[in-house]
C-alpha cells in the first residue's frame, strides 16, 4: 500500500498519527497531541518529517505544533482556526487538496465539533483522518457549530467509499457503544459492541474502523431511523440527529 499508517495512543485517550507516502520515503503527522511522544515515534521508525497536517485548534490535536517544527522543520497545514494557539503555514479548506509524495489528500469540510474542523481523505488508499468528527459508534460533540452542520459534516464522511478506513482522533468506542446500546437495540450494534468490550478488554484499539460498519451501527449515523422509531418521523435529519447527540451529552454511563 502506498501509504503506511502508524498508530500510537496518546495523552489519556488520543491516536497519534504518523503516515509516509511509501513512493518518496516523506512522512507526515496527522494533529500533534504530545509532542514528545511523537518525536519520539518518529526516531524510533526512523523518519523524516515533511508535514503537519492539523484537523481543528483543539490544544489535543494541535497543541505540539510549535515543538515538532522546531525539532523538525515540517510544514504545517491545517484549517486557519488553529492560528489561534498554534503556528500554521498554509490555510486549508473543504475542497482543498494537500500532497505528500504522491499521495493526494482531499480536504473535506467537516465543521460542527469547531467551526473550521476539516478532514482529510486519501482516496487512492482509501484511507481518511476524521479527528473528532466520526467517532466508532460515535461522534463529536457540538463546541461551536450547529446540530445541522454537524449532520451535514457527518453525511460528508458517510457518503465516502464503504471499505474507507476511518482514522478517529481518541479511543472513546467502548463508552460510545454502552450509550449506542441505550438508544438501538439494533442486533449488528449488539455484536459489535460485544467485540468492542472484548477487544478493550485485551487492550486493542478499535481504531481505525469503516465507512460501511459506522453506517450501520453509529446511532449518531442511524438517528433519524432512530427518531422514527420513537415517533419523531417527519422532522428533518438533523433535528433527530440533535436528538440522539443531546441525549449522548447527558448520558451517564
Ligand atoms: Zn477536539
Ligand atoms: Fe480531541
Given at each position: ?35 514528545a ?59 482543498d ?22 478532514a ?49 482522533a ?11 446500546l ?47 422509531q ?24
Amino acid at each position: 500500500m502506498p501509504l503506511t499508517v502508524h498508530q500510537f495512543p496518546c495523552l489519556s485517550d488520543n491516536y497519534g498519527f504518523l503516515i509516509r507516502d511509501e513512493a518518496t520515503g516523506l512522512a507526515a503527522c496527522v494533529d500533534t497531541p504530545d509532542a514528545a511522544a511523537i518525536l519520539a515515534e518518529l526516531k524510533t521508525l526512523g523518519w523524516n518529517l515533511a508535514l503537519i497536517m492539523n484537523t481543528h485548534w483543539h490544544p489535543d490535536h494541535a497543541g505540539g505544533n510549535a515543538e515538532i517544527q522546531k525539532a523538525t522543520g515540517a510544514k504545517i497545514v491545517g484549517p486557519a482556526e488553529v492560528r489561534r494557539i498554534a503556528p500554521l503555514d498554509r490555510e486549508l479548506a473543504g475542497g482543498d487538496a494537500v500532497e505528500l509524495g504522491q499521495t493526494r489528500f482531499e480536504v473535506i469540510e467537516a465543521g460542527g465539533h469547531t467551526l473550521g474542523h476539516i478532514a482529510y481523505y486519501d482516496a487512492a488508499d482509501r484511507i481518511a483522518f476524521v479527528g473528532d468528527t466520526l467517532f466508532a459508534l460515535g461522534c463529536g460533540r457540538i463546541f461551536e457549530g450547529t446540530a445541522e452542520q454537524m449532520w451535514t459534516s457527518l453525511q460528508r464522511l458517510a457518503a465516502l467509499p464503504d471499505d474507507t478506513a476511518v482514522y478517529c482522533a481518541h479511543e472513546y468506542t467502548a463508552s460510545n457503544a454502552r450509550f449506542a446500546l441505550s438508544v438501538d437495540g439494533d442486533p449488528a450494534l449488539k455484536a459489535r459492541a460485544e467485540e468492542i468490550f472484548a477487544a478493550r478488554e485485551r487492550g486493542e484499539a478499535t481504531v481505525p474502523t469503516t465507512i460501511a460498519l459506522e453506517k450501520a451501527t453509529n446511532p449518531f449515523l442511524r438517528a433519524p431511523m432512530l427518531a422514527a422509531q420513537v415517533n419523531a418521523a417527519g422532522k428533518p435529519a438533523y433535528e433527530a440527529f440533535a436528538a440522539v447527540r443531546a441525549a449522548k451529552d447527558n448520558f451517564k454511563g
